[in-house]
């Protein structure tokens, strides 16, 4: 069984993570606008991957004896810069996820919760892919440097990204 404080931690991060998918459709949506249609399909992935992550902890709250508890979320950023900008805020947003989900294992971990440390392992490790697959993108849109056929080739590059769900 769920502790309470557990919980309501693990209810919060729902939030976040369903916040990441409004973002990253916001993302993908501007980047429909201008044009770029792989980078498009980049955050759409990107997007459906953030529910998928939500909703692993719908079922562990389930599983738990807990009561999931959904909230407002918060309006995401409608207009960008630049594919740039894009993913420098991908980037930060990543980092800020992270540090939520190691506030989370912090709390597992007080409270002795080994089952709730063991879940959230997963999601520790999938943060390291998730803020290296935005850096990696934002160093190679720093070296592109605006230029067209560069960046042309990144968003063909990035339309091939498929949404893959793993087992839960
Ligand atoms: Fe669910 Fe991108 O962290």
């Not at 080994?114 to 997963?122: E, I, P, Q």
């Not at 160093?139 to 080739?153: D, R, T």
């Amino acid at each position: 069984m769920l502790s309470k404080s557990l919980e309501q931690a693990i209810n919060t991060q729902i939030n976040k993570e369903l916040f990441s998918e409004y973002i990253y459709f916001s993302m993908a949506a501007y980047l429909a606008s201008i044009g770029l249609e792989g980078m498009e399909n980049f955050f759409i992935v990107q997007a459906q991957e953030e529910h998928f992550h939500a909703m692993k902890m719908y079922h562990f709250i389930n599983e738990r004896g807990g009561r999931v508890k959904l909230e407002q979320i918060d309006k995401p950023q409608f207009d960008f810069e630049s594919p740039i900008e894009i993913f420098e805020i991908a980037l930060n947003h990543e980092k800020f996820i992270s540090k939520s989900i190691g506030e989370l294992m912090d709390l597992a971990i007080k409270e002795n919760d080994h089952a709730t440390k063991s879940f959230l392992n997963w999601y520790v490790d999938e943060q390291v892919e998730e803020e290296d697959s935005m850096d990696t993108i934002l160093n190679k849109l720093n070296l592109i440097n605006g230029q067209g056929q560069g960046l042309l080739s990144l968003d063909k590059e990035l339309g091939a990204r498929t949404f893959i769900p793993e087992e839960e």
